[in-house]
């Protein structure tokens, strides 16, 4: 554990560090952090609480996992970092290796980068520069479904959702690209043609002008953590192929596991053109992701030049190291059995908010459990009673959520499930 935190200190932090999505006057107090083990944060009063958001989303193997900690004390040990350009490295190479390996067959190729949203940055340009190499470059637009999230870059944001994203801030500076509705099928229910019938007409209008079509496949997480039909995404496939537009998953939030299979396109069983991976790829322990993409896409750039990104810090040997870690456990497949404890436990503990006249929908996928209520939350009153409960649960707006770590035990995700049936019902009488 660290040392404890001072109040000056939390005095320091309020004025002088900006949290994310936050301001430096008038702020919420954070809850300092002292430790974590297995699915606990430890705070500073004492208190342990149940992390509900694997914090952020990443966590996947819970903290302080004694085989992630030796890996990456090994690699400390060898080296930390080297450049990229002109020199390699094993952890790399088998890091690399591992995602060829996992990800579906036309997938060969990984660009390697620190963050999310950079891994969309590169997969936009990715799809860019192709056409640029098709000598078709009038193909530089992308199209994608409102209520989206892709990351708060100057790209990524271009493509989050235009009302609910960060669009009205920053309007003027942003590229512009096309939206349709977001998909109206939620999952399990039936598809119907109609239900594509947006990008079919924007495809025959606009075809012509759009390098790629980018999707978070089958659950929309940041943007609304709505989930819709994997049909969806097996029509959008056909309609790509047949316009000539590249498909690009953004797999950042569902890959490795999250939705209940390794990736959210085995729902559909299709597979992308270009697909971004990132928080759960190193088990939450260091900021990485990757675009990957097909042979095509790659030989294609390749053969006008070289692909024109190239960040300082990638494939850093240190989140390399943390990413094989995470993907050797991962293999081992013990997720799929707790996932499928998850998704029962989620449902049986989540189900009987539905009941309360504040919640508009309940629905869980996988290791998601969501309950959607009418109005926003009040973050600065909810967020304490999570914590008096023993629980770290973060909602937005009207999203009351948990992402918890595949480790959790059916007792302490009971336990963070009665926590949010009873905070909803504190808040609701007040
Ligand atoms: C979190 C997220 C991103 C951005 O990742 P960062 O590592 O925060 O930059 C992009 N796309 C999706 C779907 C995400 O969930």
């Known amino acids: 554990m660290s040392p404890l935190i001072t109040p000056e200190e939390l005095i320091f932090d309020a004025r002088h560090i900006w949290h994310p999505y936050s301001t430096t006057i008038n702020r919420v107090d954070m809850f300092p952090v002292v430790g974590a083990e297995g699915v606990y944060l430890h705070l500073n009063d004492g208190r342990r609480v149940i992390d509900g958001m694997s914090s952020w989303w990443c966590m996947v193997h819970g903290y302080n996992h004694p085989e992630m900690n030796a890996a990456l004390k090994r690699q400390i040990d060898d080296f930390s970092h080297v450049m990229f350009g002109g020199l390699t490295h094993k952890p790399a190479i ?46 530089n637009k992308m199209l994608t479904v409102r209520g989206g999230y892709y990351g708060d870059t100057t790209g990524g944001m271009s493509v989050c959702d235009p009302d609910g994203g960060m669009h009205h801030w920053f309007t003027g500076i942003l590229p512009q690209h096309y939206f349709v509705p977001r998909p109206e099928c939620r999952f399990g229910e039936a598809f119907e043609e109609q239900h594509i019938a ?68 085995e729902h559909a069983g299709i597979v992308p053109d270009i697909m971004c991976v990132g928080k759960a790829l190193t088990g939450g322990y260091m900021t990485m992701a990757a675009t990957l993409c097909s042979e095509q896409i790659s030989r294609t750039i390749s053969e006008h030049g070289p692909f024109m990104h190239g960040p300082t ?69 909810i967020q304490p009673l999570f914590v008096e409960e023993g629980v770290w649960v973060r909602p937005f707006g009207k999203l009351v959520y948990v992402m918890p770590p595949y480790v959790i035990s059916s007792e302490e995700l009971k336990v963070l499930c009665n926590s949010i049936c009873r905070v909803l019902h504190r808040v609701n009488r007040t």
Request: charged share 20%; net charge negative.
């Open 313 to 381: 810090f990638m494939a850093n040997p240190l989140a390399c190291a943390a990413g094989n870690a995470s993907l050797e456990i991962l293999s081992r497949g013990d997720w799929q059995t707790q996932l499928t404890m998850i998704e029962k436990t989620l449902w049986d503990g989540l189900m009987p908010c539905s009941e309360m006249p504040s919640v508009a929908n309940v629905r869980v996928l996988g290791g998601i459990g969501v309950v959607e209520l009418k109005e926003p939350v009040v973050m600065s009153e």
């Open 198 to 265: 947006d990008i079919q007409q924007l495809l025959d209008r606009q075809g012509n002008q759009l390098a790629g079509i980018i999707i978070e496949p089958v659950v929309q997480g940041a943007g609304g953590m709505y989930f819709y039909s994997p049909e969806y995404l097996v029509r959008l496939r056909q309609l790509c192929d047949e316009y000539e537009v590249l498909l690009i998953h953004d797999e950042i939030a569902t890959g490795f596991g999250r939705t209940g299979k390794l990736f959210a396109s």
């Open 94 to 139: 088998d890091l690399a290796k591992k995602l060829v390996a996992m990800t579906p067959e036309p997938i060969q190729t990984v660009f390697f980068s620190d963050s999310g949203s950079v891994a969309v940055e590169v997969a936009i340009k990715m799809a860019m520069q192709y056409w640029i190499s098709r000598d078709r470059p009038e193909k």
